[in-house]
């Protein structure tokens, strides 16, 4: 006897079908809709600053798929002169890199780091959190005051906590913004053994007594938060010399 001629089978099927279509784990998400696209796409473009799923969900209500939404309009502005990309603040388009010529003459020339900065930067995105102590002992040379203002005006490194020993010294961490410049979504997507090998930034021969660290962007069991003024950049500046 078929499903059509059985009216509570029949019934059954269908509540099946339905909650497959309504999405959940393992489950077929449900198409988004044009109103609930056109509104994410606004909403992207006329922000300027990236935003999160959670501020997007807030704007266009509980009944939309904000992972659907996003996924679409990533596909669909995937091979356009502008493309959604994820960073470390959120959502946001960008021109696409294959255009980046099209900008040389408009845009001021970057200025080039210092070696010392970039080590130092180096040593915070893989080691965070990392007091100054801690950068001098990995790099096994005195921490200049030059970099770490340098990286801080910049906004790509921040204090980030206090270490919980003697002299509670400051712990720093990298940012959003450092993200954003370096293309990564989160900590996570910094280049492991394996991609730095295929780079060819680390030699074959070493890699197997080095160890790569993975970075947290949580407060560690040994940090404690910063007081009110703590994470100014001033205030590491004001206090360089006075060991923090």
Do not use: H
């Given at each position: 006897?078929?499903?059509?001629?059985?009216?509570?089978?029949?019934?059954?099927?269908?509540?099946?079908e339905d909650a497959f279509v309504e999405g959940g784990e393992g489950r077929v998400r449900?198409?988004?809709?044009?109103?609930?696209?056109?509104?994410?796409?606004?909403?992207?473009?006329?922000?300027?600053?990236?935003?999160?799923?959670?501020?997007?969900?807030?704007?266009?209500?509980?009944?939309?798929?904000?992972?659907?939404?996003?996924?679409?309009?990533?596909?669909?502005?995937?091979?356009?002169?502008?493309?959604?990309?994820?960073?470390?603040?959120?959502?946001?388009?960008q021109s696409a890199p294959d255009l980046a010529g099209l900008f040389t003459e408009t845009r001021e020339a970057p200025k080039r780091l210092p070696k010392a900065a970039m080590e130092t930067l180096a040593v915070i995105a893989y080691h965070q959190p990392v007091t100054r102590a801690e950068i001098e002992e990995i790099r096994g040379v005195s921490l200049s005051r030059g970099s770490m203002e340098l990286l801080l005006e910049i906004g790509w490194i921040r204090p980030r906590g206090r270490r919980r020993t003697p002299g509670r010294p400051l712990t720093f961490g990298t940012t959003d913004v450092f993200l954003g410049q370096f293309g990564l979504a989160s900590l996570d997507a910094l280049p492991g053994k394996d991609d730095l090998k295929s780079l060819g930034l680390l030699d074959p021969r070493a890699a197997s007594v080095i160890d790569v660290p993975r970075p947290s962007e949580d407060l560690e069991s040994d940090e404690e938060p910063l007081s009110e003024g703590d994470d100014a950049a001033s205030f590491f500046v004001d206090h360089m010399e006075e060991g923090e």
């Open positions: 006897m078929s499903a059509e001629n059985d009216p509570p089978l029949a019934d059954a099927m269908r509540r099946i449900a198409e988004p809709s044009q109103d609930a696209i056109r509104a994410a796409e606004a909403l992207l473009f006329a922000g300027g600053e990236p935003i999160s799923a959670k501020d997007l969900g807030a704007k266009l209500g509980p009944a939309v798929d904000v992972a659907a939404v996003l996924m679409k309009l990533k596909a669909d502005y995937a091979e356009r002169g502008v493309q959604l990309v994820e960073t470390g603040a959120g959502w946001r388009f």
